[in-house]
């Protein structure tokens, strides 16, 4: 018999080996040219140079952040440092580290403020870095803004500049702040979609959508009042900054036309008179003044100058000695979910596991907790707010330090703490708690859809394409009394206040940090240092490190990450830029994420709607 395969066998054979060929060629060629990548980057890291008298460009392209998100390292990788399309995340504790190195550093003479591409920071960070660029000019450098244009936010913290340019072509857009969003009740009754609401507390709007065609006079009058301290705040500063009044910021239709009038239409030069700017210059015009100022870079293209990203990357630090004591710091930003969730969101258990973690973390004598949320499931906080006595009773302080918002679920987890820190322009309180379930047995029955059958008891019976009984709705109803009531009983406890005083600033309602001060929701005004400094205090510690606490990257994920780190910026550009496809998945993942907040098991929500200003 011959032992010779059979042709079908040997052509299977040879397509087989010719596939695997092509496959092995394709992996070995992306394996080698990535550690190509890598080998260059690591290379090139030392080719940075600082030359004597440079500006430190600051071109903060993104959002300012507490801490990043997790992302997919090739998506990191897709999308690296500074976006062109002003799509990343930025730290703000990077920020402020390189604005403090640059005002100690000799080779820094000034610093250029490139604000085109920042986006989405609320006041209280940019309050922050403007901080930190007051301190920089304390030591007699100088601070420059130049823009093709500043929108609202950009313009609050190029006021912080000694000198404000404008491109001649370009606007300042000061327009002030607003809330207005989109009503359902009448499309939901033409579409017989019934949504079953159970809240308490009058300014608790979350919901309102659902079940009104406009905004309830009470939301209208705690919007106004939160919008106009919010914008007291914002043109007090720049006011102060500038030396102009704050009448000269925030202009009618009638006055914006006659200033514009003055000026035959043009706005940049309206900018000017109404000293929003110093002077009008193009971008080769500003070249010019910088090479004249600091003098011509080595490759005799522009001024002598170091931008951010690479700045941070000659000056990040790494501790050398870590001392026996620590103040460890705990970020919880974004929406309260429920179970575990990755960096840059806050979860019920890994949230907690990080202030076990520091718990039971020998070295760590006292914690902050940094708190950036508008709250989200009522369980989940809960969970987080137990660990945070946990802490206590180990005899270990916590200090909460607010961001941009701790409010509704973000102030739950806050409550409990020994001292709490917002900033004048922290979004908090928003003391209420919500339910809400929609149903769908009458839009269903239209297009002749119906459910029957029979069960055990009301609760085996529930289902969205039923509807929902009185009798259920009234126990639903009960919960969410009981959880409104264990909230502002936790506020009076943890505050020292009776539970009519807190229901009185309760009901949902938002203040901003300088009113929560006021009404006794707060301890102190202050920056995430000044919650440090705090917790050391509490601590009797002297001499002390801070310790991020964060979950550990596996060997395998670290690896991944940095070696995708590195190769980013070697990557094509047209791999790295948005399109106008990923923009608008980018828009419908922000929907996604927001209705994924809602995870209660329980249904109950502590969560703020109004904080997003």
């Not at 392209?61 to 995340?89: F, H, L, T, W, Y």
């Not at 340019?165 to 009740?185: A, D, T």
């Not at 922000?590 to 809602?598: G, H, M, Q, T």
Request: charged fraction near 20%; proline fraction near 2%.
């Amino acid at each position: 018999m011959s032992t010779k395969p059979s042709i079908f066998k040997r052509i299977f054979l040879l397509s087989w080996n010719i596939i695997n060929g092509f496959r092995k060629l394709f992996l070995n060629l992306i394996f080698f040219g990535l550690i190509a990548i890598i080998i260059v980057s690591l290379a090139s890291e030392d080719t940075i140079q600082v030359e004597d008298g440079s500006a430190l460009v600051l071109n903060l392209a993104g959002v300012i952040v507490d801490q990043k998100r997790q992302v997919d390292p090739i998506e990191a990788a897709m999308k690296s440092g500074n976006e062109a399309d002003g799509s990343a995340e930025i730290l703000l504790a990077d920020v402020i580290s390189v604005i403090n190195n640059a005002a100690a550093d000799d080779r820094i003479s000034q610093i250029v403020l490139d604000l085109a591409l920042l986006n989405g920071t609320g006041m209280s960070k940019l309050q922050s870095i403007g901080d930190a660029l007051e301190a920089f000019k304390a030591t007699g450098k100088t601070v420059v803004a130049n823009g093709d244009w500043y929108g609202q936010n950009q313009y609050f913290l190029a006021s912080f500049a000694d000198k404000i340019y404008l491109n001649p072509q370009g606007s300042v857009q000061i327009e002030g702040l607003s809330r207005y969003r989109l009503y359902f009740k009448s499309a939901f009754e033409k579409l017989k979609i019934n949504a079953h609401v159970f809240r308490v507390g009058t300014f608790k709007s979350a919901v309102e959508p659902f079940i009104r065609d406009d905004m309830s006079d009470a939301a209208k009058e705690a919007n106004l009042t939160l919008l106009n301290d919010l914008w007291q705040s914002y043109a007090d500063t720049v006011a102060a900054n500038r030396d102009i009044k704050t009448s000269n910021l925030s202009l009618s239709a009638e006055q914006y036309l006659a200033e514009l009038d003055k000026t035959d239409g043009q706005s940049a030069e309206m900018a000017v008179n109404m000293k929003w700017v110093d002077g009008l210059k193009s971008a080769e015009e500003f070249r010019l003044t910088m090479v004249n100022a600091v003098g011509k870079s080595a490759d005799g293209e522009s001024y002598k100058h170091v931008d951010f990203y690479d700045y941070l990357s000659v000056t990040q630090t790494h501790p050398v000695l870590s001392l026996n004591d620590k103040v460890g710091i705990v970020v919880a930003k974004g929406n309260i979910l429920n179970g575990s969730q990755p960096a840059g969101q806050i979860g019920g258990e890994s949230t907690s596991q990080l202030l076990r973690k520091a718990r039971f973390d020998d070295s760590v004598k006292a914690v902050v907790l940094r708190v950036d949320s508008p709250g989200g499931s009522a369980f989940a906080s809960e969970q987080i707010r137990q660990e945070v006595l946990a802490l206590k009773a180990a005899n270990k302080p916590v200090i909460v330090s607010m961001g941009s918002y701790a409010a509704s679920g973000g102030y739950w987890i806050s409550a409990s703490a020994d001292y709490i820190y917002a900033t004048p322009t922290t979004l908090t309180g928003s003391i209420g708690i919500f339910g809400m379930i929609t149903t769908f047995e009458d839009s269903l029955a239209s297009i002749g859809v119906n459910t029957d059958g029979v069960s055990t008891s009301d609760w085996a019976g529930f289902s969205v394409t039923k509807g929902l009984s009185p009798q259920i709705k009234a126990v639903i109803q009960r919960h969410i009394e009981r959880g409104y009531h264990d909230f502002i009983s936790l506020v009076a406890n943890e505050r020292d206040m009776t539970l009519e005083q807190v229901d009185n600033i309760a009901q949902g309602r938002v203040w901003t940090g300088r009113k929560a001060l006021e009404l006794g929701l707060v301890d102190g005004l202050g920056e995430l240092q000044d919650a440090v400094t705090k917790a050391a205090e509490m601590a009797s510690l002297e001499q002390y490190d801070t310790d991020v606490i964060e979950r550990e990257l596996t060997p395998q994920e670290q690896f991944v990450q940095e070696m995708f780190a590195s190769a980013a910026s070697y990557m094509p550009q047209t791999l790295t830029q948005s399109s106008a496809v990923d923009a608008l998945i980018n828009q419908w993942s922000a929907v996604i994420d927001e209705f994924k907040s809602f995870d209660d098991p329980n249904g109950v929500y502590l969560y703020c709607d109004t904080c997003n200003y």
